[in-house]
């Protein structure tokens, strides 16, 4: 996400599984940078959960993240 961040990636996405505690830091700084970062079904992140997971994640600028989400959603 930090790649994101600083313009070396167009974006990210990881399909499986997240523990918070490894993509906190990263989503923050990527949302700072102007990215948008969410789970992989389009939902925001949220941290200090009960279960401290998140269903994949996806970040990007707004217009790939879109594209990107769109080809992951069933139509």
């Known amino acids: 996400m930090c790649l994101v961040a600083d313009g070396s990636f167009d974006g990210m ?14 989503a923050l700084i990527a949302e700072r940078a102007g990215a948008v970062v969410t789970n992989r079904l389009g939902h925001p992140l949220h941290f200090n959960a009960e279960l ?14 879109r594209d990107l989400l769109s080809r992951l959603k069933p139509q």
Request: proline share 7%.
């Open 13 to 26: 996405l990881s399909l499986r599984q997240a523990w918070e505690w490894d993509i906190a830091a990263g």
């Open 52 to 65: 401290p997971r998140s269903n994949g994640v996806l970040a990007a600028t707004p217009g790939l993240h």
